[in-house]
């Protein structure tokens, strides 16, 4: 690991991100050891996040918990979520007629976080303007969100040699069928409510 580190190959990791996500997919499986290395970046996203987020109001003393603590926690979220999601994408991936992989797919989704890093500096130029720093939070979280999304679908789509239609299908279906299941489990929860207030 020691002389990975020292031949900077996985700079281009991260280079590879902005410019080529398959190419960077065919690196990830190639090389085991940028597994660890990938997880350095839901800790860097986790931080930006949180002051990107401190930029939206005036800080109290609470800053310094959130800041500490707060990131801890939000960067075991961030894990626990790509793991969580890597488990069900790779699960669909199986019910495709693909082969799992599980450890190429939440490597894949590692890295694919990584434009959120951009989400600070462009929320600090509207929050420096106070020109609705909210709003681009928003927007702009939404739009790296995509990007993320188009980074593991290009990922995906390099992974099992699938269309990029195919790959996409691979990732948004565990997200279709969770929230398939909490938009029945929620009208089952109010119309057993609704039952009960009325019987």
């Known amino acids: ?5 020292k031949s900077l190959v996985w700079v281009d990791y ?12 065919a690196a990830l499986m ?5 597994l660890p290395i990938g997880f350095i ?6 931080i930006m996040d949180i002051l990107a987020i401190s930029l939206l109001g005036s800080q109290t003393p609470f800053f310094y918990i959130k800041i500490t603590y707060g990131w801890i926690l939000f960067f075991m979220l961030l894990v626990f979520q ?12 199986q019910v495709l007629g693909y082969q799992g992989n599980i450890k190429n797919v939440i490597n894949i989704m590692n890295y694919a976080l990584f434009p959120r890093v951009l989400l600070l500096p462009a ?3 509207f929050s420096v303007f106070n020109f609705a720093p909210v709003f681009f939070y928003v927007l702009f979280s939404m739009a790296l969100f995509a990007w993320s999304a188009a980074i593991v679908v290009q990922g995906l789509s390099e992974m099992h040699s699938a269309g990029l239609t195919r ?3 691979v990732f948004f279906m565990p997200f ?5 299941v909490a938009f029945f489990a929620m009208v089952l929860t109010v119309v057993s409510i609704f039952g009960y207030f009325t019987a």
């Open 30 to 34: 190639r090389e085991s050891r940028s």
């Open 82 to 93: 790509n793991i969580l999601i890597g488990s069900l994408v790779d699960a669909a991936a």
């Open 14 to 25: 991260f280079y590879m991100v902005f410019t080529d996500p398959r190419k960077l997919a």
């Open 123 to 125: 929320i600090l130029i």
């Open 41 to 46: 970046i839901p800790a860097c996203v986790s």
């Open 1 to 5: 690991m020691k002389e990975f580190l």
């Open 176 to 180: 279709v069928l969770v929230g398939g």
């Open 167 to 169: 790959a996409a299908a």
